[in-house]
């Protein structure tokens, strides 16, 4: 078969159909470089292991320098007839370096071995570009944390007003929560820098090859100890997946506040026109596309992942061509997080907080029931009678439509004799929030050491 890796014991070509089927150019051509690097170091251990001599190495090196300036270039790309991005670089090299020299560099390597590893080098790449953006969403979170420390909000349970909490504490939740996927990328990359180089097929190779010099040259760690493992698993593609949808779904739930933020009922932010669309029929539309997009973009890094897993599930060691179906759900899901993390962190960066609206709406709701029995509890009485006295308070207020403060001393003095005139040092929104002082809590002195807690996790990502 002209052109093919595989064509001496068949009497003919594929047939189209098949061939159509087979062909993977238009998503692994990306991984052309990573190849080409592969190839270079795949060369100096054939010419370690006395399988090339001086002369050749030079004249290998040589034509794969050529190669990779013309696939940089354009100048080289995929034909037709080539059925992934290994056979066309192939043909591209024995162009280049005549076939009596470039025939030699397939010894002791597969398509197998290559592709796994070739996958990891391209994702390492990647995580890194992916954990960079999501460093740059941290930072706009933090920097609005930090504008607007000591504003109140209301912090809700099932959407309802629960307790009062500084938006400060709130936008770092959401800071902590992709700081841990950094921290996940970072960790992941330990596992996804084992090179399965010189795995072959699935046995290894009888040529003598140094896995681990492979491994050097390209920058892993080491070599895989199980040339079986080295080409069948995937799991360092899914994990890389699963991080990727976890990314999405937590820029997904920041998305849907800012969703609901920006409407006219809550009225907490306003989207700066950069990072907002308009309407081609309503004049008046102001549109938080991008937080709309992020919402819908997880949705998507999910089925990447799900996709991924069920290709995987039924595969019997080694390889199987069903592996081929690996790289598009995580280029898919790289590609994903590239476009959305910029767009994300300047969404955020460039938010403005109607921060009087959210500072009044903070206590509301009956949002300091839980400070009247916490004070209780302070005076002796057990948790268990406090809510119930509380309960009662804000059965009162209910009733009257009024709120917690509105309630007289002598309301409250007729719901209990605990209840004194001094439990309205809880009934505000201040007194609330300084209340919650110990770690983790939400008291402005609580949240400034958190900043710094956060930001010395962040000098190590
Ligand atoms: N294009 C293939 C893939 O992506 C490369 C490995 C092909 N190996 C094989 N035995 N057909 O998985």
Known sequence: VQGALWGGRFAGGPADALAALSKSTHFDWRLAGYDIAGSRAHARVLHTAGLLDDEELAGMLAALDALDADVRSGAYAPAESDEDVHGS????????????????????????????????MYLRDHARIIATGVLA???????????????????????????????????????????????????????????????????????????????????????????IDGTASRDVYAEFSWVAAMIGVDLSRISEEIIIWATKEFSFVTLDDAFSTGSSIMPQKKNPDVAELARGKAGRLIGDLTGLLATLKGLPLAYNRDLQEDKEPVFDAADTLEVLLPAVSGMIATLTFNTERMQALAPQGFALATDIAEWLVRQGVPFREAHELSGAAVQLAESRGVELWDLTDEDYAGISGHLTPEVRSVLSTEGSLDSRSAQGGTARSAVEAQLVALKSELDTA
Do not use: C
Request: aromatic fraction near 4%.
């Open 89 to 120: 670089l192939e043909r591209g090299l024995i162009e280049r370096a005549g076939p009596a020299l470039g025939g030699k560099l397939r010894a002791g390597r597969s398509r197998n071995d290559q592709i796994a590893t070739l996958g990891r």
């Open 137 to 227: 969403t941290v930072d706009a979170l933090v920097e609005q944390a930090e504008k607007h420390l000591g504003v109140a909000m209301p912090g809700r349970t099932h959407l309802q007003h629960a307790q009062p909490v500084l938006l400060s504490h709130h936008l770092l939740a959401h800071a902590w929560a992709l700081l841990r996927d950094v921290q996940r990328l970072m960790d992941w990359d330990k596992r996804a820098a084992v090179s399965p180089y010189g795995s072959g097929a699935l046995a290894g190779s009888s040529l003598g090859l140094d896995p681990n010099a492979v491994a050097a040259e390209l920058g892993f760690d080491s070599a895989v100890w199980n040339s």
